[in-house]
């Protein structure tokens, strides 16, 4: 089993080194402050973006089930106009909006007329 070096009294933890100028070959050296900064920087704009990506995930999701409510309801209205204008069209809803008017539905049928054939 190695012995560990945190417990020679000659070795210095912040350079890895001890008294005798040799550094251990199972120690490591200390990771400098900087790159904790440098981790923790990266770590932090990492999270930002994490809850950007939330929440415009989330905004992009109501934006969708707002449009498929309006759809829905733009799909009633046009289906009861279509309704509305069929009706509209029937021969006796035509007859009763024109007798306000004075025009009257034919009752005698339409005659034919007929060009006489010239004989030379």
């Known amino acids: 089993m190695e012995e560990?070096?945190?417990l020679d009294?000659?070795?210095?933890?912040?350079t890895g080194v001890?008294?005798?100028g040799t550094q251990p070959e199972n120690v490591y050296a200390p990771i400098p402050i900087w790159e904790w900064i440098k981790l923790a920087i990266v770590g932090f704009l990492l999270m930002i973006f994490y809850i950007y990506n939330s929440h415009h995930a989330t905004k992009s999701l109501r934006n969708k089930e707002n449009c498929i409510k309006e759809l829905k309801n733009l799909h009633?209205?046009?289906?009861?106009l279509e309704s509305e204008?069929?009706?509209s069209l029937k021969q006796s809803e035509l007859s009763k909006r024109f007798?306000?008017?004075g025009l009257k539905a034919l009752t005698t049928p339409p005659?034919?007329?007929v060009k006489p054939r010239e004989q030379d």
């Open 111 to 113: 005659i034919k007329i």
């Open 99 to 101: 007798e306000v008017i």
């Open 18 to 20: 001890d008294n005798k």
């Open 4 to 6: 560990n070096p945190f």
């Open 85 to 87: 204008t069929s009706n």
């Open 76 to 80: 009633s209205k046009r289906i009861s």
């Open 9 to 14: 009294p000659d070795f210095d933890p912040q």
